[in-house]
């Protein structure tokens, strides 16, 4: 059976047994629909709201929380909200500081967190966006829309989020944001498209031995596909893409942060053994990869393939990371041996 | 002399029966460019602010049509247009009834159209509603009559024919879109046309559907 479990008429069910499973921790709004996370911390003075079309969960819901994102505002299924759904969240959350809006780059995100940003400023709320643009494959298009935003969105939410409750003002944490997205660079590939909720079709078709290098977060066709020859050859034939791009827009850092993200429906046994070669081929490289994450954090439905993300880390970036966030999904970091000085404290407070 | 006073009220009235009239004219034109529903989203955008209105008699009617925008239409253009109302109906509210009317008809214009450049991205000669603003913004900073202003924001419309859009879903056709004026732009100049109407009713603009035909 080729399909979905969802009901045809959108995402509200999920997002209220969401809020049921998490109901500790994040709380949901409706009409218009927005979450919002139930602790913040004290000295947090801007708040964080992120949000885009529904089918990438955990993202973004499940970044809410004490350490990470103050509201969430889900679109349909990978549809832009609506500008007054991101209005209310931004009005819900807004901190002494103002709001920090977290958008990936897409035409429709762009218009509508853009329109609410202009609202919250007539109402006297101060505004910035963070616009993540990480993805490689979308670099060398004509088209003047610029790289997607993809994989390195919950890294650049998460060092924004420890960065906050450090009390930085809106400013500052808006550089942080620019700054981290400039170090972060996002590849995908897909064996396999993922479903359409409409009928339960694939949403492209892919013959058999042959990946889309480069493919987007929605199904979005890559500019090729590739015929699969091994991850021994794929994986740093993608980690080299991906270090190139970073190198033309000149980040620097030997310390790099590497997430490997499943797109949906690829398992945790592969998406280790995606890992151990991506972690490989950067230490091959004379890189150290001081950061980690693996699990399908940004998926594309039920899309079969994963996405490389590195961040080249600078200052205290590796604090920020490892800094408490209690989330329904954001995995805390456990690669720490125990015992290891792990430098500077984060700049919060102990979680509690 | 004092300027003749801009009746809000009277202004969306005119402005959502010419939306009416000319449904049909800017339908036919967003089909060769765009999807072909900014005609009927903005009659039906402009049906909700009547609508509103009558539900809130005693607030500024700039200010209600601004939230029906916002909230309420669908598109990219109508939450745009919001945008627009929304920044008039501040500035004619702060001025008061003892400030120059005129002026902060104008400075609501110019901080509309900065607010709608900031959110769409889009510069004048992109092929968007900014080609008829524009203008508009420009006649009114140089102290031009209503009616003047509505022919300034007309032509920019218009000329947006010979412009291929770098913006918005008439981008993906390129050359192909070229020779008709952007729906959107014409829809923007229509409100100054019912700006003028109601301001100056003894210039002659023409009726809606000869004011958005090229």
Same mark, same amino acid.
């Given at each position: 059976?080729?399909?979905?479990?969802?009901?045809?008429?959108?995402?509200?069910?999920?997002?209220?047994?969401?809020?049921?499973?998490?109901?500790?921790?994040?709380?949901?709004?409706?009409?218009?629909?927005?979450?919002?996370?139930?602790?913040?911390?004290?000295?947090?003075?801007?708040?964080?709201?992120?949000?885009?079309?529904?089918?990438?969960?955990?993202?973004?819901?499940?970044?809410?929380?004490?350490?990470?994102?103050?509201?969430?505002?889900?679109?349909?299924?990978?549809?832009?909200?609506?500008?007054?759904?991101?209005?209310?969240?931004?009005? +819900?959350?807004?901190?002494?500081?103002?709001?920090?809006?977290?958008?990936?780059?897409?035409?429709?995100?762009?218009?509508?967190? &853009?329109?609410?940003?202009?609202?919250?400023?007539?109402?006297?709320?101060?505004?910035?966006?963070? *616009?993540?643009?990480?993805?490689?494959?979308?670099?060398?298009?004509?088209?003047?829309? @610029?790289?997607?935003?993809?994989?390195?969105?919950?890294?650049?939410?998460? *060092?924004?989020?420890?960065?906050?409750?450090?009390?930085? @003002?809106?400013?500052?944490?808006?550089?942080?944001?620019?700054?981290?997205?400039?170090?972060?660079?996002?590849?995908?590939?897909?064996?396999?498209?993922?479903?359409?909720?409409?009928?339960?079709?694939?949403?492209?078709?892919?013959?058999?031995?042959?990946?889309?290098?480069?493919? &987007?977060?929605?199904?979005?066709?890559?500019?090729?596909?590739?015929?699969? $020859?091994?991850?021994?050859?794929?994986?740093?034939?993608?980690?080299?893409?991906?270090?190139?791009?970073?190198?033309?827009?000149?980040?620097?850092?030997?310390?790099?942060?590497?997430?490997?993200?499943?797109?949906? +429906?690829?398992?945790?046994?592969?998406?280790?053994?995606?890992?151990?070669?991506? +972690?490989?081929?950067?230490? $091959?490289?004379?890189?150290?990869?001081?950061?980690?994450?693996?699990?399908?954090?940004?998926?594309?439905?039920?899309?079969?393939?994963?996405?490389?993300?590195?961040?080249?880390?600078?200052?205290?970036?590796?604090?920020?990371?490892?800094?408490?966030?209690?989330?329904? +999904?954001?995995?805390?970091?456990?690669?720490?041996?125990?015992?290891?000085?792990?430098?500077?404290?984060?700049?919060?407070?102990?979680?509690? | 002399?004092?300027?003749?006073?801009?009746?809000?009220?009277?202004?969306?009235?005119?402005?959502?029966?010419?939306?009416?009239?000319?449904?049909?004219?800017?339908?036919?034109?967003?089909?060769?460019?765009?999807?072909?529903?900014?005609?009927?989203?903005? %009659?039906?955008?402009?049906?909700?602010?009547?609508?509103?209105?009558?539900?809130?008699?005693?607030?500024?009617?700039? %200010?209600?049509?601004?939230?029906?925008?916002?909230?309420?239409?669908?598109?990219?253009?109508?939450?745009?247009?919001?945008?627009?109302?929304?920044?008039?109906?501040?500035?004619?509210?702060?001025?008061?009834?003892?400030?120059?009317?005129?002026?902060?008809?104008?400075?609501?214009?110019?901080?509309?159209?900065?607010?709608?450049? %900031?959110?769409?991205?889009?510069?004048?000669?992109?092929?968007?509603?900014?080609?008829?603003?524009?203008?508009?913004?420009?006649?009114?900073?140089?102290?031009?009559?209503?009616?003047?202003?509505?022919? %300034?924001?007309?032509?920019?419309?218009?000329?947006?024919?010979?412009?291929?859009?770098?913006?918005?879903?008439?981008?993906?056709?390129?050359?192909?879109?070229?020779?008709?004026?952007?729906?959107?732009?014409?829809?923007?100049?229509?409100?100054?046309?019912?700006?003028?109407?109601?301001?100056?009713?003894?210039?002659?603009?023409?009726?809606?559907?000869?004011?958005?035909?090229?």
């Amino acid at each position: 059976m080729d399909r979905l479990f969802l009901p045809t008429e959108g995402v509200d069910a999920s997002l209220r047994g969401f809020a049921r499973a998490h109901a500790g921790l994040v709380e949901l709004h409706e009409d218009p629909t927005y979450l919002l996370a139930r602790e913040r911390h004290p000295d947090r003075r801007v708040g964080i709201v992120s949000g885009g079309g529904s089918g990438h969960e955990p993202m973004h819901a499940g970044f809410l929380g004490r350490g990470l994102l103050d509201a969430a505002v889900p679109g349909r299924v990978f549809a832009s909200p609506h500008n007054r759904q991101v209005y209310e969240a931004g009005k +819900a959350v807004a901190g002494p500081d103002g709001v920090l809006l977290v958008v990936k780059n897409y035409t429709g995100d762009r218009i509508n967190f &853009g329109i609410a940003a202009e609202r919250l400023r007539a109402d006297g709320v101060e505004v910035r966006r963070v *616009l993540v643009d990480d993805d490689v494959a979308t670099e060398s298009e004509e088209t003047g829309t @610029g790289r997607r935003g993809t994989g390195a969105t919950p890294v650049v939410e998460k *060092l924004l989020g420890a960065a906050a409750d450090s009390g930085l @003002g809106l400013d500052e944490l808006a550089h942080l944001g620019e700054r981290v997205v400039a170090a972060s660079r996002s590849l995908a590939v897909a064996s396999r498209a993922q479903t359409r909720p409409a009928d339960g079709g694939p949403a492209f078709e892919l013959p058999d031995g042959e990946l889309e290098y480069g493919v &987007g977060i929605h199904g979005e066709r890559a500019q090729r596909t590739v015929s699969y $020859e091994g991850l021994e050859h794929l994986v740093p034939r993608m980690v080299s893409d991906v270090l190139d791009s970073l190198e033309r827009a000149e980040a620097t850092g030997d310390d790099v942060l590497l997430l490997t993200n499943g797109m949906g +429906a690829t398992t945790l046994l592969e998406l280790y053994t995606v890992h151990d070669a991506a +972690a490989g081929a950067l230490e $091959e490289r004379g890189l150290r990869v001081a950061a980690q994450a693996v699990g399908t954090l940004v998926p594309g439905l039920d899309m079969a393939g994963f996405s490389l993300t590195v961040t080249r880390l600078r200052d205290d970036w590796l604090d920020l990371w490892r800094a408490p966030a209690v989330t329904p +999904a954001f995995p805390a970091p456990t690669d720490i041996p125990a015992g290891t000085p792990t430098g500077s404290p984060a700049p919060v407070e102990a979680t509690r | 002399m004092s300027a003749p006073a801009l009746d809000q009220h009277a202004i969306l009235q005119a402005y959502a029966d010419a939306a009416v009239a000319a449904r049909d004219e800017l339908t036919r034109l967003d089909q060769l460019a765009g999807d072909g529903d900014f005609g009927d989203n903005l %009659r039906e955008g402009l049906a909700a602010v009547r609508a509103g209105i009558e539900a809130a008699p005693g607030e500024p009617a700039f %200010r209600t049509g601004a939230q029906v925008f916002l909230d309420e239409v669908g598109g990219t253009s109508g939450p745009l247009l919001g945008l627009l109302l929304q920044s008039v109906a501040q500035a004619l509210g702060t001025a008061g009834a003892a400030g120059d009317e005129r002026h902060a008809f104008a400075d609501g214009v110019r901080e509309g159209l900065a607010a709608i450049q %900031r959110v769409g991205e889009a510069e004048v000669g992109d092929r968007t509603l900014v080609d008829a603003l524009s203008p508009a913004a420009d006649a009114l900073a140089e102290g031009a009559g209503y009616a003047d202003v509505a022919r %300034r924001a007309r032509q920019g419309a218009l000329d947006t024919a010979d412009l291929r859009a770098r913006q918005g879903r008439a981008s993906y056709l390129g050359d192909r879109a070229k020779g008709a004026p952007d729906a959107g732009a014409l829809g923007v100049a229509l409100l100054f046309w019912a700006v003028a109407r109601v301001a100056e009713p003894d210039a002659d603009l023409g009726d809606p559907v000869a004011f958005v035909s090229p």
